[in-house]
């Protein structure tokens, strides 16, 4: 079992920045892909990004690609999410996810571990 705990959220400027982070716990980190999906209010669960076991590679959605990066630190069993150029429209709780899987996925009920959540609120 993965116990997952997010960080970081709060309220910001149109265009400022937020790092997110995710701590994982409860058993090895080893062998899980990890990712990032948000949720607003009223609407469906959506892939943020993802990043494989390895870190080797990411995936990112394209309405946030160029302005968020994925990270994670297998030794501090850790993954980040640093988001530049913060929008409106990223207001969301913002969720981490594992699956014990090599391999990232950008669908959501492919991870069967998740965390609680943290909002993130962009004023305009």
């Known amino acids: 079992q993965v116990q997952l705990v997010e960080s970081g959220g709060g309220l910001v400027q149109a265009g400022g920045s937020l790092r997110l982070s995710c701590a994982a716990s409860?058993?090895?980190?080893?062998?899980?892909?990890m990712g990032w999906f948000r949720q607003a209010p009223g609407k469906e669960r959506e892939f943020v990004a993802a990043?494989?076991?390895?870190?080797?590679?990411?995936y990112y959605a394209d309405s946030v690609k160029g302005r968020f990066t994925i990270s994670r630190d297998n030794a501090k069993n850790t993954m980040s999410l640093q988001m530049y150029s913060l929008r409106p429209e990223d207001t969301a709780v913002y969720l981490c996810?594992?699956?014990?899987?090599?391999?990232?996925?950008?669908?959501?009920?492919?991870?069967?571990?998740w965390g609680q959540g943290t909002q993130v609120t962009v004023s305009s």
């Open positions: 996810a594992a699956r014990p899987q090599l391999f990232a996925s950008t669908e959501a009920h492919e991870y069967p571990y």
């Open positions: 409860g058993r090895t980190f080893v062998g899980y892909a």
């Open positions: 990043i494989t076991w390895s870190g080797s590679t990411t």
